[in-house]
């Protein structure tokens, strides 16, 4: 059985296609369809995932991992946990093991998995998520984009494939607030064709940010009062995030709240209406206005053109949300989503999808409509090489952000010395002209070039973009007219010695 894995920020969720090739979420051993995205390190040696291991929290902050997605990219978790230090990938790795154990004991042996990405997410995050995957000892079919398979599950569910007339192609927009990441993406959807127009966002602003804002100001109130600061404590302030998570939820529905602080054998309760919440985090609406209004200039679109507005994502449960997007927009967006699973839906159709292309002869559920779909992705990022112009070290892009994928660019290099053997290409993500202000992809080596070239031989790269996001390079020597070997090294990337250490150390794991 196959399954869409959503390895949220803040939480988790698992979907799978029934007989019909119609998706549905697959709720954990506890019954519920979310599982929060924590790792508790138990003394025992075992670990713990969910809901118990952000409780545990409160008591050993120091065992408990969260957040472990905004750490994704990175060499390290930023802090040892249990006493040790990981790697994102390690931590995220056990999280994927506690779904698909819990998983497969609804559904049977997974034999394979998608799992989502933030759209923004650049190569080196992507390569992370499917390491991790691999961590897990899960057979990691795909990455897909998080807004890209909300609008996915949203075609297919909202029968746009099941009628006889072929419908317009509808214009959506999708607004994808979560619990770290902000996605904005825009999608053509057809009958049987899945095209994204253009996509931005950040990789860094989520309801965390806005439950920041909240204990800041709370933890201000306690300092002014007691003199002494929560923030200080790992306890207070685990028990801090707790509680302003929790009215920030109830500041969705109603319009004041109390707020308790406890810490240092003092406790303060504050009142906080949604007046004063909406001015406290007014600016980090306004960045996701702003990105909002980015990728419809990207897409050289106007507003009257866009047909829908899908709110994705748990932070759009935020009254402010809605508002901004429709004065902003000039429609309702569509609430009609179940924001805490379409995104698992759609990587389970994306999984049905893309096995169904891959098995032709039809085998898997409802694959001969699922075999039809088109779906066609841009990339979020550009991609470029670094070169050197007198002194300074330039972005030379050769894949433009928002270019549909697959897409790649050869450029022609020149060998600076008699006898060189191997050739070093720098690539990089991002929009900046400066190299150092993009996000390097890591060092491509050209190696196995022919022993005798004379200085000034041509060397063609070609760099190219995958229908997934992640980014490839392969090289030819034109004297020879052979290809040359070409891998990229990944500064902190793993290596598969290291993949697989992490494999058996995450295998021989009690996870539970
Ligand atoms: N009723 C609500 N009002 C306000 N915020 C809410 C509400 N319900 C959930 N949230 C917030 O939504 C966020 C979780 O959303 P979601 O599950 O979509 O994120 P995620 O998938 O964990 O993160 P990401 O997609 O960024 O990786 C949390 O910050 C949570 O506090
Ligand atoms: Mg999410």
Sequence with gaps: MQIGIDLGTTFCAVATLDDRGRPSAVPNRDGDILTPSAVYLSP????????????????????????????????????????????????SAIILKKLAQDAATQL????????????????????????????????????????????LAYSV???????????Q?????????????????????????????????????????????????AAEKFLKEYGSDPRTDPQSEAMLQSTTERAKRSLSKVEQVSLTVTHAGHRLTVPITRAEFETLTRDLLIRTRLTTQQVLAQAGLTWPQ??????VGGSTHMPATGKMLTELTGREPDHSLAVSEVVARGAA?????????ANA????????????????????????????????????????????????????????????????????????????????????????LPANLPKGSPVRVKCGVAANGRI?????????????????????GLTDHELSREATWVRNLRVQ
């Design 157 to 167: 569910g909202s029968g746009t494939r099941e009628t006889s007339e072929p419908p």
């Design 44 to 91: 025992d040696g075992s670990a713990v995932v969910g809901q118990p291991a952000l409780d545990m929290a409160l008591e050993q902050p120091d065992r408990v991992a969260t957040l472990i997605k905004r750490k994704m990219g990175l060499p390290e978790y930023g802090r040892p946990v249990a006493g040790r230090e990981f790697r994102p990938e390690t931590l």
């Design 349 to 357: 159709v994306h999984a049905g999808i893309a096995s169904a292309k």
């Design 169 to 217: 192609p509808q214009t959506v927009l999708v607004y994808d607030l979560g619990g770290g990441t902000f996605d904005v993406t825009l999608v053509k959807l057809g009958k049987k064709r899945f095209q994204v127009l253009a996509i931005e966002g950040d990789v860094r602003l989520g309801g965390k940010d806005w439950d920041d804002r909240l204990a800041n100001w």
């Design 361 to 448: 002869s039809g085998e898997s559920k409802g694959s001969d409509e699922l075999g039809e779909i088109v779906e066609i992705s841009v990339n979020a990022h550009a991609l470029g090489v670094q070169i050197r112009q007198g002194v300074e070290q330039l972005n030379h892009k050769l894949v433009l952000k928002n270019t549909q994928l697959p897409a790649s660019a050869e450029e022609v290099y020149y060998t600076a010395r008699d006898n060189q053997t191997r050739v070093r290409v720098r690539i990089l993500q991002g929009e900046a002209h400066q190299a150092d202000a993009c996000s390097p992809v890591g060092e491509c080596w050209i190696e196995g």
């Design 108 to 151: 049977g042996p997974i034999t394979g998995c998608v799992i989502t990405v933030p759209a923004y997410f650049d190569d080196t995050r992507r390569k992370a998520t499917m390491d991790a995957g691999r961590i897990a000892g899960l057979n990691v079919l795909d990455i897909i984009d998080e807004p890209s398979a909300a609008a």
């Design 306 to 311: 866009v047909d829908k507005v899908l709110m």
């Design 472 to 492: 490839e390079v392969t090289a030819t020597d034109l004297t020879s007219g052979r290809a040359a070997m070409a891998a990229i090294l990944r500064p902190g």
